[in-house]
């Protein structure tokens, strides 16, 4: 049998194709969010590399901030659940994720089980998310992906004072005419993005065992400084973007099986 989880974000669509022993066929990531044919180009793509059609698949479960959008999926479940259950997956003795996307962030607590216990966001304001390494990578012409290794070349950080993504650009702007140094500077603003996520992890309390999920947890320089800001460390997986369309998959596979029992 053949599960599909699809994750429609604010700026991505995810997918991930499972077999019942849990197996991933293929995950596909396309820069298209909601309101876009994203979620329609990652089906594509994750049959292709799996060599299935259509009708291959069993039961489909979409989540993320679009999932209101996909009318061809079985269910939908919760992002925050998806997070939970994909994290729980990747990092089995989990118990806290901190999933930083495009537009907000969440700290998750979970129990041994992999459920959500409890949860705290940031979806009002766009520092300590992805938008905010967007809009500075954009100032230093720079793409996100790049951030990491500039700010490995730092040998100091140049802390951003602002907490206001929009003052932050003009103190980044000011900084540069100033003739900072780009990797500190760079340093700095994925610091500032830690430090602000940090702040909502410790409203929650910090758990032992901390994973980040959400496409921000592929940059070291965010993970390394929120280690700093935690004194724990943070566990990561390549999959981490991938983690709610991995637990959407693991949601498939479970509620296929329950609707199969009532039959
Ligand atoms: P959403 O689900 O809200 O669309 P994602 O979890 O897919 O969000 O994460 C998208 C964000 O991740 C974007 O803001 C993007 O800039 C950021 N991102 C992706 N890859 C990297 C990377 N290598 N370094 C830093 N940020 C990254």
Avoid: W
């Avoid at 495009?102 to 766009?126: E, P, W, Y």
Wanted: proline share 2%; glycine share 10%; aromatic share 4%.
């Amino acid at each position: 049998m053949v599960f599909m989880g699809i994750d429609i974000g604010s700026t991505t669509s995810k997918g991930v194709l499972m077999n019942e022993e849990q197996a991933i066929l293929a995950q596909h990531l396309v820069h298209a969010g909601i309101g876009t044919s994203g979620p329609a180009a990652v089906k594509k793509e994750l049959l292709a590399a799996a060599g299935l059609q259509d009708e291959d698949i069993d039961y489909t479960v979409v989540t993320g901030y679009g999932r209101r959008t996909y009318a061809e999926a079985d269910s939908q479940v919760s992002e925050l659940s998806c997070h939970a259950k994909g994290s729980a997956f990747l990092f089995p003795d989990v118990r806290m994720v901190i999933d930083i996307g495009g537009q907000d962030a969440k700290v998750i607590r979970l129990d041994s089980h992999g459920r959500m216990t409890d949860f705290v966001m940031n979806d009002k304001c766009a520092a300590g998310t992805g938008r905010f390494l967007e809009v500075m990578a954009g100032i230093l012409q720079m793409d996100v992906s790049e951030l990491e290794q500039e700010a490995a070349k730092a040998t100091q950080t140049l802390r951003i004072s602002s907490t206001c993504t929009v003052f932050a650009e003009s103190e980044v702007i000011s900084q540069l005419a100033a003739g900072a140094e780009i990797p500190a500077l760079v340093k700095g603003i994925c610091g500032s993005v830690a430090s602000r996520t940090a702040g909502l992890v410790r409203r929650m309390g910090v758990e032992e065992k901390v994973c980040m999920s959400g496409g921000v947890a592929n940059n070291g320089a965010v993970r390394r400084a929120m280690e700093e800001e935690l004194g724990t460390e943070i566990l990561y997986s390549p999959l981490a973007q991938f983690a709610g369309a991995l637990g959407a998959a693991l949601y498939a596979m479970e509620k296929a099986g329950k609707e199969k029992e009532h039959e």
